[in-house]
């Protein structure tokens, strides 16, 4: 079974600054893919960011990025100029591939942007 | 631009009453799912479907079952409601592309008293 870890529950960030959540998670799968779900305070949730897990840069999205250590099954999220929409809980996810691609979702990480 | 769309956003059911939660999307997508949030939980899959007359059981399907008749409709039917299933209900879909995100619903908050 697939498990993924999100040590922070909460934390926060100053506009305009950096901030990395942290996601580990536990598999014997050789590929998959890694993803970031933003969940903002309306519960709609939004892809942030993914990550082939064969791929060896880290993906990018604008603000975004990660940072992807597939032997130490880790894989934080780098938001950069911190904005007051990033206010949200963010989810990391695992994709398990085949099996209808099945996601496994961490607990997630409430992120609070303070101005 | 409708994408996923869930009924109904909110519901109150007492204990033992039974009642179907349903989603329909509109992007042609083959594969659908169904998940459950529980408060300060992230999401955990009840079932999936990978094509029309195909489902299959996720982490927690106990006291729930679903059908998919069409490939845009994907209703999750709970019966004998309890409190256990007091949560938020989320569907998707997805192309089931390797690797290809899933879309979600605005999600239905249940609870059963």
């Known amino acids: 079974a697939q498990t993924v870890t999100q040590s922070q529950p909460e934390m926060s960030v100053q506009e305009a600054e950096t901030v990395t959540l942290s996601c580990t998670y536990d598999t014997s799968e050789n590929n998959y893919y890694l993803f970031w779900y933003k969940q903002p305070p309306s519960r709609q949730m939004i892809l942030v960011i993914r990550?082939?897990?064969?791929?060896?840069q880290n993906a990018t999205e604008n603000r975004f990025s990660v940072n992807f250590q597939k032997a130490a099954k880790s894989f934080s999220l780098k938001i950069s100029d911190s904005q007051l929409g990033d206010t949200a809980m963010y989810f990391c996810a695992f994709m398990k591939l085949y099996t209808g691609n099945q996601f496994y979702f961490g607990t997630g990480t409430s992120l609070t942007v303070i101005p | 631009n409708a994408g996923v769309t869930q009924t109904p956003k909110f519901r109150i059911l007492k204990i033992g009453q039974s009642m179907t939660l349903q989603c329909t999307q509109d992007?042609?997508?083959?594969?659908m799912y169904w998940y459950r949030q529980d408060p300060g939980m992230g999401l955990k899959l009840i079932y999936y479907?990978?094509?029309?007359?195909?489902?299959d059981k996720g982490e927690v399907p106990n006291g729930y079952n679903v059908s998919r008749s069409t490939t845009e409709d994907f209703p999750l039917r709970l019966e004998l409601a309890a409190p256990s299933q007091t949560s938020v209900y989320f569907c998707?879909?997805?192309?089931?592309?390797?690797?290809?995100?899933?879309?979600f619903g605005p999600g239905t908050r249940l609870t059963v008293t």
């Open positions: 990550q082939e897990a064969y791929k060896q």
């Open positions: 479907s990978v094509g029309a007359g195909i489902t």
């Open positions: 998707a879909s997805s192309p089931g592309t390797s690797g290809s995100e899933q879309y």
């Open positions: 992007m042609n997508h083959n594969y």
